[in-house]
T-cell receptor
Framework: ETGVTQSPTHLIKTRGQQVTLRCSSQSGHNTVSWYQQALGQGPQFIFQYYREEENGRGNFPPRFSGLQFPNYSSELNVNALELDDSALYLC???????????FGPGTRLTVL | QKEVEQNSGPLSVPEGAIASLNCTYSDRGSQSFFWYRQYSGKSPELIMFIYSNGDKEDGRFTAQLNKASQYVSLLIRDSQPSDSATYLCAVTGSGGGADGLTFGKGTHLIIQP
């Protein structure tokens, strides 16, 4: 059974650019949730996708957007990058909307 | 504003002793409670989950939940140096999965050999 995978591992961008992060859910899971973890903080919920639809969203601006594909993999897109967007971006998959969430290894984004 | 509070530590415990980690939460509608372990530079790894009041044991780990006091704890028995990590408490909101998990800032645990 394959766990949650994310790509890329690390990414460096400059302010104002756009970025796309990718996540493949664990086998048998149809729900993906995205989190942002700043240094020294706990993860913060960005949004959740269930069967290709956004199921819920945290307190993040619209420049954070996402997609989920028919195979339940997902993308997180961030437009107009700001310095404060530098963080570890975590994807978690679950068997359904209410299921226990299992995290991927994360993508470390640095915005210069 | 849903909040989860944890003592940031560091909490230093001798090897072989019991480590006790605590967490309080503000949303009375929270239904599910989780403990994740996070090593430096790595992603969170699920340790325990608990849904009902009382204790739940899994190997060296025991999770305790008291919904009336809005309090969750994690006990680690026979602490090992490999248990040194940041422990994150997470709770679901009253909206369930649509609210995502709300995390505390984590408690940094150090097991002294």
């Amino acid at each position: 059974e394959t766990g949650v995978t994310q790509s890329p591992t690390h990414l460096i961008k400059t302010r104002g650019q756009q970025v796309t992060l990718r996540c493949s859910s664990q086998s048998g899971h149809n729900t993906v949730s995205w989190y942002q973890q700043a240094l020294g903080q706990g993860p913060q919920f960005i949004f959740q996708y269930y069967r290709e639809e956004e199921n819920g969203r945290g307190n993040f601006p619209p420049r954070f957007s996402g997609l989920q594909f028919p195979n339940y993999s997902s993308e997180l897109n961030v437009n107009a990058l700001e310095l404060d967007d530098s963080a570890l971006y975590l994807c978690a998959s679950s068997v359904d909307r209410e299921g226990t969430q299992y995290f991927g290894p994360g993508t470390r984004l640095t915005v210069l | 504003q849903k909040e989860v509070e944890q003592n940031s530590g560091p909490l230093s415990v001798p090897e072989g002793a019991i480590a006790s980690l605590n967490c309080t939460y503000s949303d009375r509608g929270s239904q599910s409670f989780f403990w994740y372990r996070q090593y430096s530079g790595k992603s969170p790894e699920l340790i325990m989950f608990i849904y009902s009041n009382g204790d739940k044991e899994d190997g060296r780990f025991t999770a305790q939940l008291n919904k009336a006091s809005q309090y969750v704890s994690l006990l680690i028995r026979d602490s090992q140096p490999s248990d040194s990590a940041t422990y994150l408490c997470a709770v679901t909101g009253s909206g369930g999965g649509a609210d995502g998990l709300t995390f505390g800032k984590g408690t940094h645990l150090i097991i002294q050999p």
